[in-house]
């Protein structure tokens, strides 16, 4: 009996971590943040996703690290930088499938630094969508979005 609680609870745990794993997209990279994120954000570009905006979140919760103690960065991440931005046809096909799916418009990803290392999160936009009619677009969307990801992290190793 206890050992079949054990498996329920283990099967719980590695659900969880699968479900994160399917929800957003995460790549992990040996170079530190003043790398990384230029290069990510140059590949985003040349794949036709032009960045519009570009918020230091690490800059501004760092002026509440008085008022919020010890709750203040736990993690010790030494930065948090986003990149919002679209891709014009791509925002219309969207919006000839599904109207609702306009909501991700523009798109956003993260990169976060711990210990010199750069990680760059993107929330998968098939997640959102995973019964929308717009679906098969934001698959491509979200594959060409992971690709330049992808080369930016290639690209900041070199």
Known sequence: MLMRVIIFFLSLVVSVA?????????????????????????????????????????????????????????NELSGIRS????NGWYANQVSNEDPRMLAMCPLRLTVIEQDGRASVLFVR????????????????????????IHQGVRSAAQ
């Open 18 to 74: 699968a479900g994160a794993e399917r929800t957003v997209f995460r790549i992990d990279s040996e170079q530190p943040m003043a790398k990384v994120y230029p290069a990510v954000y140059e590949a985003l570009e040349e794949a036709k996703f032009f960045v519009v905006f570009e918020p230091d979140i690490g800059k501004n919760l760092s002026q509440f690290a008085g008022r919020w103690g010890e709750n203040y960065n736990r």
């Open 83 to 86: 990149m919002v931005f679209c």
């Open 125 to 148: 936009p098939t997640h959102v969508a995973a019964h929308s009619p717009a679906r098969d677009v934001l698959k491509e969307v979200e594959d060409e979005v992971i690709g330049a």
